[in-house]
């Protein structure tokens, strides 16, 4: 049941580009998407919930396709503080009482 | 104001020792969770507790146990210690479908 997110890891120039995708065998409600930095807590960017929305937060978005059960999150333009693990959660059901459940990250690295 | 904390931020144990650590929130949320980060950083869900309702994931030991004695709090109590239960311990909570606020998590190291 655990989202599978690929790629595991990416090194990227600042000002570039990146996707990271997150994809479920089981039927999703909701993909959540956070970025944890070494040491810190994991920081919300977005939910998105079934019905094939696209999300935007600044340079960062993402898209839900409920059919495919999988969610990609699109980084342009990258900055150095945008480095940092990102993980999607997944929940299965509304209600939004059985927590999340967590992709194994993908770790994004920016150079200047 | 802190949205979701926790205490202790550090906690070095032995083996065999039992320990708490607390969580409150203050945004008046109705489900609090609590997660457990290893050292591969593999975030799992360990409980969830949603008024009164407390949904535990199967693969947590029973030496392992949530307290809640309000709304705005969720503690977790572990048994007997043991080696492999360190990690980071994050605690959480939302509103039904909402984003998941968390704390600044519990780095526990069992000697």
């Known amino acids: 049941q655990q989202p599978v997110q690929s790629p595991q890891a990416v090194i990227l120039r600042e000002g570039e580009d990146a996707v990271i995708n997150c994809s479920s065998s089981k039927a999703l409600y909701s993909v959540h998407w956070y970025r944890q930095k070494h040491g810190e807590a994991p920081v919300f960017l977005m939910i998105?919930?079934?019905?094939?929305e696209q999300k935007g937060h600044e340079k960062i978005s993402a898209s839900f396709n409920e059919k495919k059960q999988q969610s990609s999150l699109y980084l342009t333009a990258s900055q150095l503080s945008y480095s940092g693990t990102y993980f999607c959660g997944t929940e299965f059901s509304g209600g939004g009482a059985d927590g999340l459940t967590f992709g194994k990250g993908t770790h994004l690295i920016i150079q200047p | 104001d802190t949205a979701v904390s926790q205490t202790p931020k550090y906690l070095v144990t032995q083996m065999g020792n039992d320990k708490s650590i607390k969580c409150e929130q203050n945004?008046?949320?109705?489900?609090m969770y609590w997660y457990k980060q290893d050292s591969k950083k593999f975030l799992k869900i360990m409980f969830s507790?949603?008024?009164?309702?407390?949904?535990i994931n199967e693969t947590v030991p029973n030496r392992f146990s949530p307290k809640s004695p309000d709304k705005a709090h969720l503690n977790l109590h572990i048994n007997s210690l043991e080696l492999g239960d360190s990690a980071v311990y994050f605690c959480?909570?939302?509103?039904?479908?909402?984003?998941?606020?968390f704390g600044p998590g519990t780095r526990l190291t069992v000697t």
């Open positions: 959480a909570s939302s509103q039904s479908n909402g984003r998941e606020y």
């Open positions: 998105l919930l079934k019905g094939g």
């Open positions: 507790y949603n008024n009164k309702e407390l949904i």
């Open positions: 945004l008046g949320h109705d489900t």
